[in-house]
């Protein structure tokens, strides 16, 4: 999509332009179009040596919702933990995709000795909140649906411990993290014979009414700054 349009001599129909801009990566235009790139505004090189083996899978289908799953290719053991990686980006930029996750789960797997799934979620301003927690619910009833399936994939289950299972997310991924283990914890047997073991929150992105010290004092330069974060909470709040 183009940044701007003419009118048309014909029509009078005057022109769209963009209102918000996020990291280059992300347009919003003032006739409700969105541009969204398939890639980070930095390059990162995805480093995939083949110790750890990856495939994806549809968990929700009804809005094309996908997560990536990674495996040791020699595990440890017969059986591995499985840890939940939910992206960052503001609940509006991110994806299972960009190089940046997935080297960060190729560590995860390769390190930990563990099947890592990273979902996906809809992102804003097209999709506000709850839209994303409601995802992650989703990814986790995928996963125990995994568990008790007749015919799973063999995939995921001949290797993943159910019982043993760990979620974390960072900024608006650890703030959905936070969210599931609020529901896992008030609805017990919700997710059948996955058992959560814990969380790990990386940096939550959680607003608020009052400033924290560094939304008030923080350097104007940081790549996350007072105006992005105000930006974010009127994408997805809005």
């Not at 000795?113 to 097209?126: F, N």
């Not at 399936?149 to 995921?156: I, K, Q, S, V, Y």
Request: aromatic share 12%; glycine share 10%; proline share 6%.
């Amino acid at each position: 999509m183009s940044e701007g349009n003419t009118a048309s001599a014909t029509t009078g129909v005057p022109p769209f332009y963009e209102v918000e801009e996020c990291r280059g990566v992300l347009r919003v235009y003032s006739d409700g179009s969105i541009w969204r790139s398939e890639n980070p505004s930095f390059h990162v090189d995805v480093r995939d040596d083949g110790s750890v083996l990856w495939k994806d899978a549809v968990f929700d289908h009804s809005h094309s919702l996908q997560l990536r799953l990674y495996k040791p290719a020699n595990p440890s053991s017969p059986k591995l933990p499985i840890f939940y990686y939910i992206h960052g980006g503001g609940f509006c930029i991110g994806s299972r995709t960009w190089p940046n996750c997935q080297n960060y789960c190729f560590a995860l797997a390769s390190q930990l000795q563990a099947v890592v799934v990273a979902p996906d979620y809809r992102l804003a301003p097209e999709n506000r909140l709850p839209a994303a927690i409601e995802d992650g619910y989703l990814s986790l009833e995928w996963l125990r649906g995994q568990a008790t399936a007749e015919e799973p994939d063999t995939w995921l289950t001949g290797v993943a411990d159910f019982s043993r299972v760990f979620i974390s997310g960072d900024s608006a991924g650890g703030n959905i993290a936070h969210h599931l283990a609020v529901r896992v914890g008030a609805e017990l047997g919700w997710l059948g014979p996955v058992q959560v073991r814990g969380y790990v929150h990386l940096a939550p992105f959680f607003g608020g009414t009052v400033r924290t010290e560094f939304e008030a004092n923080g350097p104007k330069d940081a790549f996350l700054n007072l105006e992005l974060i105000d930006r974010s909470l009127v994408f997805f709040l809005n």
